[in-house]
């Protein structure tokens, strides 16, 4: 077998792929319903893994692969039962392993036909979709024709008008087994850390979501027979609920699943503007034509727009930076190691935008940002950062979770957590004066989009800042003023000294 993808004599490669369970009295039928017309048009191979079954699945499979040498056939038997959803993993291991362009997911017990194999895989040629879904809902009459207990159907539809609402979805039908996918995308999801049970189907159907790509779905007849349910349809019905709020959860950065993780590389950095925030809060506050240091800076998203009220911006972030218009000067340096080589005095304002909470070490950040100022010119300092007693962070602890995640309030990457109290005794003691305090809003249209909702939720999360900041600000943000250390202040006294002690003198001349 190869082990590359593509097509091979002129033909796609696909794997039909059995998951069998106590299914020997309808493999073989499955296997005869298979239409020989695709032994033909792909390079195939049939896969049935029979899941520890308890009667004789796997001898009946094997006997038919006996009986028919012709037919790319390979049986195997999973020595501890996998369960539903680890089956299809191993499955779609195998897929990817052996360089598939397609695999279909065909069930041992009859209850989907495999006279639709074709049709399933049709949809993926284009490369337009990467999953199919064979839904038994498109045509509603057809599955209590079919023979779907009543119970079924309306929790079916229950369920799947739910999870559409939750996840924000089209989709007539979450809970068919019948699907095909691209191998390829199978290859770019993270489906081994999915459940081995039922709801396997529902969390790769979330991954697809995510990941963007797109489900097609095609009608099948329904078919409910004389085969064995093995699902607990109130636990599956709860497993697939929580999957699908967790995964809406996450994407809004209040809950860490790693099997919702689809995107590993780095967050666009992007600005919160059009509602209060605190890249807002601190563009408002920085005058225009003022002389500005932004420290972690990022990619110059805030530089831009401070460009437009005739700032002379400075950057300074620890990577390298093309040539970037928004700022005047940007500098490579490491915040976790200042040695910047700047004169920090010769700034109106600096900085600090969301960055304290990524430092090793913040006390030594501003402890060196003071030390590099003069007596006489103090900049402001406008520094955020998360709240980490914003009140759902609180339900979370309460709770018992801690859920880092890639961005939010326990963004991974964060390295110091503060709260308003933990955030005024950094800056006391590192020798800056608070000028301001505010708490700010969660930024609802980043999750649900710039909306009537969105609006309102920031007007009723302001009102609530009113009555505790503590406890619904989701970050904080202060305006600082530095006091001089002793050793500058020394300085300047001499030099203050030296200067008084000349006018006197000219003064005694002049007299």
């Not at 893994?49 to 049986?75: G, K, Q, W």
């Not at 999801?189 to 969390?203: A, G, I, K, V």
């Not at 501003?366 to 339900?395: C, E, G, Q, W």
Request: one cysteine or more; aromatic letters at 10%.
């Amino acid at each position: 077998m190869s082990g590359r993808g593509g097509q091979h004599n002129g033909r796609d490669r696909l794997l039909i792929f059995v998951v069998a369970y106590n299914a020997e009295k309808h493999i073989s039928k499955v296997l005869d319903r298979i239409p020989r017309s695709i032994f033909v048009d792909y390079d195939y191979e049939i896969l049935i893994i029979d899941d520890h079954s308890a009667d004789r699945t796997f001898e009946v499979a094997r006997e038919y692969r006996r009986s028919n040498p012709d037919l790319n056939l390979t049986v195997l038997f999973n020595p501890d039962n996998q369960g539903y959803g680890g089956n299809q993993k191993l499955g779609y291991r195998y897929a990817i392993i052996n360089g598939f362009d397609y695999v279909v997911l065909l069930h041992g017990d009859g209850q989907y036909a495999p006279e639709y194999l074709e049709k399933m895989v049709e949809p993926l040629k284009d490369g337009h979709h990467q999953a199919v879904f064979g839904s038994r809902m498109l045509r509603k009459k057809d599955a209590l024709k079919g023979g779907m207990p009543l119970y079924k159907f309306v929790g079916n539809i229950i369920l799947t008008r739910l999870q559409n609402f939750i996840l924000g979805a089209g989709l007539s039908e979450f809970h068919s087994g019948y699907r095909a996918y691209s191998v390829d995308a199978l290859s770019r999801l993270p489906f081994e850390r999915n459940s081995n049970d039922f709801d396997f189907d529902t969390q790769i159907i979330i991954q697809l979501l995510l990941a963007r790509m797109k489900i097609a779905e095609i009608p099948i007849p329904t078919f409910y027979g004389d085969e064995i349910c093995h699902v607990n349809g109130i636990k599956y019905a709860w497993n697939v609920l929580v999957a699908s709020v967790q995964s809406k959860l996450h994407r809004l950065n209040l809950f860490y699943k790693m099997e919702y993780d689809i995107d590993s590389g780095k967050i666009p950095y992007t600005l919160k503007l059009g509602y209060t925030s605190s890249h807002t809060m601190a563009l408002d506050r920085v005058p225009d034509n003022s002389k500005v240091l932004d420290l972690g800076a990022g990619p110059g998203l805030m530089a831009g727009e401070l460009l437009k009220k005739g700032c002379v911006i400075t950057g300074l972030d620890m990577y390298d930076q093309e040539e970037n218009i928004n700022f005047n000067k940007y500098i490579k340096g490491n915040l976790n190691a200042p040695d910047f080589k700047i004169k920090i005095g010769d700034y109106d304002l600096i900085l600090l935008l969301d960055v304290i909470e990524h430092v090793d070490d913040p006390e030594l950040l501003m402890d060196y940002i003071r030390k590099h100022i003069h007596p006489s010119r103090k900049p402001l300092v406008i520094l955020t950062t998360p709240n980490i007693a914003f009140f759902i962070t609180r339900l979370q602890l309460f709770f018992g979770n801690f859920n880092y995640g890639k961005k939010g309030i326990l963004d991974r990457t964060h390295k110091r957590l503060f709260t308003f109290g933990t955030l005024k005794k950094l800056c006391k003691q590192t020798g800056f004066k608070i000028r301001k305090t505010r708490g700010i809003p969660a930024p609802y249209p980043e999750a649900i989009g710039k909306n009537w909702i969105s609006r309102f939720l920031i007007a009723v999360n302001k009102g609530l800042i009113r009555i505790s900041k503590r406890l619904f600000s989701y970050q904080i943000y202060m305006e600082l003023e530095p006091t001089p250390v002793v050793e500058n202040l020394l300085k300047y006294s001499i030099e203050h000294s030296r200067e008084k002690a000349e006018e006197i003198r000219d003064s005694e001349i002049a007299n």
